[in-house]
C-alpha cells in the first residue's frame, strides 16, 4: 500500500484535494466508495475516463496519541500507540510562536540487524521552529505571516505539519517537544496513518439501499513483491479488486486451484512448472506471518518474509489469466479487477516468470561448465599418470 501514500503525500501536506482517475466497464449509474465510505452516486458511460476529486481527509486516519508526560522542567513526551513500520503518516499541531525557542522530535526505536536485542534510537524528524521574540514594534508587523496565522488571546499562533514514511521495523514511538516558555507552547496535535483503502466503483442496482450494501471479504498474503494469495469471499454484487502497484499489463489472475490451462503454454512450459512444483514440495518451509485488518476486518493483510522459491513459485505457469479483459487502471495508477463472484485467487506479475527461466538456464549450464572442466582436467591428469 506504499504507493498510493506516496502519490497522496503532496496533497495532503497542502490540504489539497486527491485527483482521481478511472475507467468503467459499462454505462451505468455507480456508487463511489473510498474504503468503506460512500461518497456519492454518479452516472458513467463506458471507456470515458472519469476525473474526480476526492477530500484528502478520506485517506487519512486518526492515531492515539499517548498523554503528554513532562520530562525535564521544559520538555514533554508522549509515545504514538500502533505505529506501523513503513508506512505514511501526517503529523500536524497548531504552536504558540512567541514562546522562545521550540523544537519538535520524532524518536523511533529500531532493533538492529546484526544484534535484534539491541535497540538503535533514530531521530525520524529533528525540527528547529518559527518563532519570535514579542516587543511593540514588531507585535504588529508579524500578524498574517508565517510567524502568526491565527490569533488566540491576543497571542500568535501558527501552524505545522509533515508527512514522514516510519523506519523498516520501528517501534516504540515518541514525540518530543522541547520549549523555553514557562507554558507547554502547543496545541490541536494530530498524528495521522495515510491509509490506501479501495477507490471503487460499484454498479447500482434497482432497489438497493446504499447503507445495506455488503462489502466482500478479502484476504491477502504477499508472498513476495511480484506474487499475491488473495481470498474473497462475501461478495454478493459485482466489485474491483485493486492492486495498489503501478498499472502494468503483466499483472496477471490466476485462480489458486490452477484448474484453467492455456493448452499452448503448458506445452511450452507449464509441465516444467508443475515438475518443478513436485519437486520443491518436498522443500517448502513453515512461513511465519502477523495478520494486519482493515476496515472493520473486512480487509485482512498477512505479512511474513518475502519467500524467493518455492513450489508456488511455478504453479501458474501454463494457466489461464481468467481476468485478462477485465483488467483496468484505478485512482489514475493502480492496477484493478473487474470481479463478478468469490474467488481464490493468485496475483502474480507474469515477466517475473521469465527471470526463473533465464535463471534455470544459467545455472544449467553454469552447472554443465563446472562438470567438464572438472571432468576434462580429471581426464587430462590421468593421461600424464600412464603416459
Not at 489539497?16 to 454505462?27: A, F, I, S, T
Not at 514588531?138 to 501558527?158: F, V
Not at 495498489?244 to 506445452?267: A, H, P, R
Not at 516468470?353 to 561448465?369: D, E, M, P, V
Amino acid at each position: 500500500m506504499e504507493n498510493i501514500a506516496m502519490l497522496l503525500k503532496g496533497a495532503l501536506a497542502a490540504e489539497e484535494k486527491v485527483g482521481l482517475k478511472m475507467n468503467v466497464p459499462e454505462n451505468a449509474t455507480y456508487d463511489l466508495f473510498v474504503g468503506d465510505k460512500f461518497v456519492e452516486s454518479l452516472y458513467l458511460e463506458k471507456n470515458n475516463l472519469i476525473q474526480k476529486q476526492l477530500d484528502s481527509a478520506l485517506f487519512l486516519k486518526d492515531m492515539n496519541v499517548g498523554e503528554m508526560q513532562e520530562f525535564g522542567k521544559t520538555n514533554k513526551f508522549a509515545q504514538i500507540k500502533n505505529w506501523e513500520d513503513e508506512k505514511q503518516y501526517k503529523i500536524s499541531f497548531d504552536y504558540k510562536t512567541d514562546s522562545g525557542k521550540l523544537g519538535f522530535i520524532l524518536i523511533e526505536e529500531i532493533p538492529k540487524k546484526a544484534d535484534p536485542d539491541t535497540i538503535e534510537r533514530k531521530n525520524t524528524i529533528k525540527d528547529l521552529l518559527y518563532t519570535f521574540n514579542t516587543n511593540i514594534k514588531n507585535s504588529a508587523i508579524i500578524r498574517n505571516t508565517k510567524y502568526c496565522l491565527l490569533e488566540e488571546q491576543g497571542a500568535c499562533y501558527t501552524h505545522y505539519e509533515k508527512v514522514v514514511k516510519a523506519g523498516k521495523k520501528a517501534e516504540n514511538v515518541m514525540i518530543l517537544f522541547e520549549y523555553s516558555s514557562n507554558n507547554f507552547p502547543i496545541k490541536n496535535l494530530k498524528i495521522q496513518l495515510i491509509t490506501a483503502p479501495d477507490v471503487r466503483l460499484v454498479k447500482k442496482t434497482s432497489g438497493t439501499d446504499i447503507s445495506l450494501r455488503i462489502v466482500p471479504k478479502i484476504e491477502f498474503n504477499r508472498m513476495n513483491p511480484t506474487k499475491y494469495i488473495v481470498h474473497v469471499s462475501n461478495a454478493k454484487t459485482p466489485y474491483f479488486l485493486v492492486l495498489n502497484e503501478t498499472y502494468n499489463n503483466g499483472w496477471k489472475v490466476y485462480k489458486k486451484d490452477n484448474s484453467q490451462i492455456k493448452l499452448k503454454e503448458y506445452i511450452f512450459i507449464g509441465w516444467i512448472g508443475d515438475a518443478m512444483k513436485s519437486v520443491l514440495k518436498n522443500f517448502d518451509s513453515q512461513r511465519k506471518e502477523s495478520t494486519t485488518t482493515y476496515f472493520e476486518g473486512d480487509i485482512a493483510e498477512g505479512k511474513g518474509d518475502y519467500i524467493f522459491v518455492d513450489s508456488n513459485t511455478f504453479s501458474t505457469w501454463g494457466r489461464k489469466d481468467i481476468l485478462a479483459n477485465k483488467h483496468y487502471t484505478a485512482n489514475g495508477y493502480a492496477n484493478s479487477w473487474f470481479v463478478s463472484s468469490e474467488y481464490d485467487l493468485r496475483r502474480e506479475y507474469w515477466p517475473q516468470r521469465l527471470f526463473y527461466i533465464l535463471l534455470t538456464i544459467f545455472i544449467f549450464i553454469s552447472s554443465l561448465s563446472v562438470i567438464y572442466v572438472v571432468s576434462y582436467r580429471f581426464f587430462l591428469r590421468k593421461d600424464r599418470t600412464h603416459g
